[in-house]
């Protein structure tokens, strides 16, 4: 029923019906045991996924990577850090000076950034100190722009409500004190055609608000505007559906719950929105889209498989962990799309993917 559903929306999409749709979707739980993961992100140079652990002692490491075949290990002697670590990795694509693998999270002091390099093998602690004081914690979230909208600068919220900048040289600029809790963080991929006034723009949740909150660049001032949006969805992570497998931190179990790829085609640089407190029987996960004049969100509802309690971080990658296979791809840096959702119709069906630079 899944796959037929599936080929509908993708096919009515193909002739022009609209969007395609969020089909029910089936989570699959890692069979590897994890201690208490918080965040998750793809970790370029060995194609696998690293994850914050050890919550909230850090001992005996903050850092794990895990392998294909689902073990996991210390990725770095960063330890001892006790906050909800969101991290954030480099890929390459990016309009970025950082280099490919680096890792950055908060480590619990206000307004400081951990910045770990490839390998693991050196970090420094803290590597940037926001500038002036009660700045919050840095686990809202962390993002490296992948679109040059931003010029690859590092972005960072935090739970005092700061919007920062910060290059590769450690240089921070706070781009809007919204004074709200702030968490999940995204940069709208740079596609007018699909995203409107919304591409490039930043994007975070305020959670125990509602809101969406979005901080869009002009082009002529570079001077930021700002806008929220209610969408009925306490947004606990945002991130962008790039053509890589699902995988997400199900805390109250301490699992991460996995999706294959093909779950998701034909929505490639939509949002994904995650919602923290899961109500029984559903997913916790929307599709945020634009149709030309609204954003509008489509819930995903379960087709069998595991149940998520409790979002914490979640990301696309194209690495694979035991029962979810490699896509044997990378994905988008961000200014990449399907061409036609005809092609969607193709990778749903297990062949080759054609991509377009836009």
């Known amino acids: 029923m899944l796959r037929n559903f599936r080929a509908a929306c993708l096919i009515g ?14 989570l699959t739980q890692i069979s590897t045991a994890f201690t208490t993961p918080i965040g998750i992100d793809y970790y370029e140079p060995t194609n696998s996924v690293v994850i914050s652990a050890n919550y909230s002692s850090g001992s ?16 770095s002697s960063l330890n001892g850090l006790t906050d909800e670590l969101k991290i954030a990795s480099v890929r390459s694509g990016y309009v970025t ?8 999270t908060g480590n619990g002091n206000d307004g400081e950034i951990v910045k770990v390099d490839p390998g693991g093998g050196s970090f420094t602690n803290p590597w940037v100190s926001l500038p002036g004081g009660g700045n919050g914690l840095v686990r809202g979230s962390l993002y490296v722009d992948r679109t040059g909208v931003h010029d690859g600068d590092l972005i960072a919220v935090t739970t005092a409500g700061e919007l920062w900048r910060i290059t590769a040289g450690g240089v921070a600029t706070m781009i809007r004190d919204e004074n709200v809790h702030l968490e999940g963080l995204a ?3 740079n596609l007018p055609a699909k995203w409107g006034s919304y591409a490039g723009c930043i994007t975070a949740g305020a959670e125990e608000q509602g809101l969406l909150h979005f901080w869009c660049k002009d082009a002529a001032t570079f001077r930021y505007t700002h806008s929220t949006v209610n969408l009925g969805i306490s947004v606990e992570d ?17 699992r991460i719950l996995g999706a294959a790829a093909s779950q998701f085609a034909g929505m490639e640089n939509d949002l994904l929105l995650t919602q923290e407190n899961v109500a029984g029987g559903t997913s916790g996960l929307f599709r945020l889209y634009y149709d030309g004049t609204s954003l509008l969100t489509e819930a995903f509802t379960l087709s ?10 979640v990301t696309f990658a194209p690495a694979g962990i035991r029962e979810i296979p490699p896509t044997g791809q ?19 069906l297990g062949r080759r993917r054609t991509v377009a630079q836009t």
Do not use: R
């Open 330 to 348: 990378l994905p988008s840096p961000g200014t990449l799309s399907l061409v036609g959702a005809g092609a969607a119709v193709l990778d749903w």
């Open 13 to 26: 999409a193909a002739l022009g019906a609209g969007s395609a749709c969020a089909a029910p979707i089936t």
């Open 97 to 104: 000076g950082f280099a490919v693998g680096t890792i950055f």
């Open 238 to 254: 945002i991130d962008v559906i790039d053509g890589g497998n699902f995988f997400g931190v199900n805390f109250g179990t301490s």
């Open 187 to 189: 940069v709208v991929p």
């Open 60 to 75: 005996p490491h903050n850092l794990e990577i895990i392998a294909q075949n689902g073990s996991h290990t210390a990725y």
């Open 304 to 313: 069998g498989g595991e149940t998520p309690g409790q979002w914490e971080h």
